[in-house]
């Protein structure tokens, strides 16, 4: 019940060219900005979309071959759009039966299954409500129950927990771990939030402008990361430059001291809870000393997340009471600075 | 406190309170003018009690047959990427705008005896169509049917078409996902667009005098009837005239609640 999909389709501006491949019980998430051509990937997995060319082969099954689009409605497949989209006009019960019954099932083995996914997912007993009479978190249940019921072979997941707010989506993204943790066949997980990738996928593909430009597991994505965009996710800071023995010439002209030898095209990440700021140069064996300007600052937990421009664009974490004490104003002028061995480099 | 937002603006109110008047008056000076009195005795007049069946049985008729061709025609329009959907939609309302009369000629001129169908008709099957009640349906169906494609062409593009996506993807081919998603969907445009497409037929004049003729018990509808009393006997026009407006008016009143509040909220 494996996916392989090479698929190449242009829709306006995008020019869509992506192949992956995902094994049974694995979870692939694909992470990307708006307009990456996420969710056109998956339509076009689901049979909503046909490719211009390409192919897709869910579990030996032929689905697209670039010439014949097998129809939506004849892929064993299950998914969940962002807003749970479920029928208003059929209560939650029969919304969960009613992949079941397209396939021919009975009235009475359909809604018994859909009872059984309804405790699954922790409905029990509200079968017959109206979706309008759900929560948020309760219709993507329900929506969860519904493309799973009929046991597909790929099951695709359209940002399915961003329309949820904080807390609802904590708990909801716990459950469908659980979920995805049980489901035999291949899942696809569309996410712009990396919090979601790194929780529930055992593999990330991150997709821009239509192409794929990073693939690994969330670790590795997390900490080597190959695009600002990703990198700005995470929280690090991206830096190219060519190594030089132990340092790394920047492609911004700074050069930045490391702890390894490094050769060739290659990245420095420096993490933002690493760097250390200082309203007058402090003396010690700091080697990497930068003059910056605070040009940004959002509070991200318990701490005060600075952007940093200068001679190198940098993110730097300080607590709420240096950021108070040093008066880091946007504008604020300061010094930067990161040791040899904090700072990660990888081949570009 | 006044509530500024609501209140309306004077130069907007004179000519509401004129529109309300104007649509309101002779409806009023209908009730003011109709022989109370008489009113029982012109009902039992089996000629009234004739016409005013005809015009309920051939107007649920010609709804009906609206219904059976104007939602799949709706559908095509709000859903086809067919070239051409422009046009077909001008083609399709131009019974709107066509005087009633029009209408009539053109349908007489294709399904008369001497009309390219008609003349087939005739001789393949020995059927007539013109002065029947036969005729008095397609009529009503021809000037009525363009209100209900246009009603439910608008909820159909004002539903959303995820849904339909949805279905798909969960086994539902095209025609399930249309039967068991999309119709309940839009059922309260369809209902608000059997009603309009119902109460037009039910004033149908133009098309059917001249299509079906005036002929009681088989093509004199109310509308025909009330114009023909009124040359004769204005008081059994007024009489068949207040009918017409309480069957209006009820049909209205009783369709509004279930159907039409909730389509106009949606």
Known sequence: ??????????????????????????????????????????????????????????????????????????????????????????????????????????????????????????????????????????????????????????????????????????????????????????????????????A???????????????TGTPAEVARRPRTDYVARLVGLSLLPGTGAGRSVRLDCGAAVAIAEEAAGPVFAAIRPESVALYTTRPDGSTRNLWRERVVGATPHGATVRCELDGEVPLVADVTATSFAEMGLVPGAEVWAGVKASEVAVYAR | MTRPATRVPGPLLVPAALGVAFLVLPLLGLLVRTPWSQLAGQLAEPAVGQALRLSLVSATLATALSLVLGVPLAWVLARSRARGRSVLRALVTVPLVLPPVVGGVALFLVLGRQGIVGSWLDDAFGITIPFTTAAVVIAETFVAMPFLVI????????????????????????????????????????????????????????????????????????????????????????????????????????????????????
């Open chain 1, 200 to 214: 529930l996928a055992d593999r990330v593909v991150v997709l821009e402008e239509g192409r794929v430009v990073q």
């Open chain 2, 151 to 266: 009603s439910v062409e608008g909820a159909l593009r004002a539903a959303d078409s995820r849904f339909e996506d949805v279905a798909a993807t969960l086994g539902a081919g095209r025609w399930t996902t249309f039967r068991r998603v999309t119709l309940p969907l839009v059922a309260p445009g369809i209902a608000a667009g059997a009603v309009l497409c119902w109460a037009r037929a039910l004033g149908e004049f133009g098309a059917t005098i001249t299509f079906a003729g005036n002929f009681p018990g088989t093509t004199q509808t109310m509308p025909l009837a009330v114009y023909l009393a009124l040359q004769r006997d204005p008081d059994a026009a007024i009489v068949l005239s207040v009918v017409l407006l309480a069957v209006s008016l009820a049909t209205l009143l009783l369709l509004r609640d279930r159907w039409l509040g909730r389509a106009g909220a949606a």
């Open chain 1, 1 to 198: 019940m494996s996916l392989e999909a090479s698929v190449g389709t242009r829709r306006g501006d995008l020019d869509l060219r992506v192949d992956v491949e995902v094994a049974d019980g694995e979870v692939l998430a694909l992470l990307g900005p708006n307009g990456a051509g996420k969710s056109t990937f998956v339509r076009v997995l689901a049979g909503l979309l046909p490719p211009d060319r390409g192919r897709v082969v869910v579990g030996g099954e032929v689905w697209d071959d670039g010439v014949t689009s097998r129809p939506a409605h004849r892929r064993a497949l299950g998914m969940v759009f962002q807003d749970a989209l479920l029928f208003p006009h059929l209560s939650v019960a029969d919304n969960v039966a009613f992949g079941l019954r397209t396939r021919g099932a009975r009235r009475g083995e359909a809604r018994a299954a859909a009872a059984a996914w309804l405790t699954r997912v922790g409905l029990d007993g509200l079968g017959a409500r109206r979706p309008a009479e759900l929560s948020g978190g309760q219709a993507q249940r329900a929506a969860l129950a519904r493309a799973l019921v009929g046991d597909p072979a790929l099951l695709l997941l359209d940002e399915p927990l961003s329309a949820l707010d904080a807390r609802t989506r904590l708990t909801v993204r716990a459950e469908l771990r659980r979920h995805l943790a049980a489901f035999r066949g291949s899942t696809v997980l569309v996410t712009h939030d990396p919090v979601d990738a790194m």
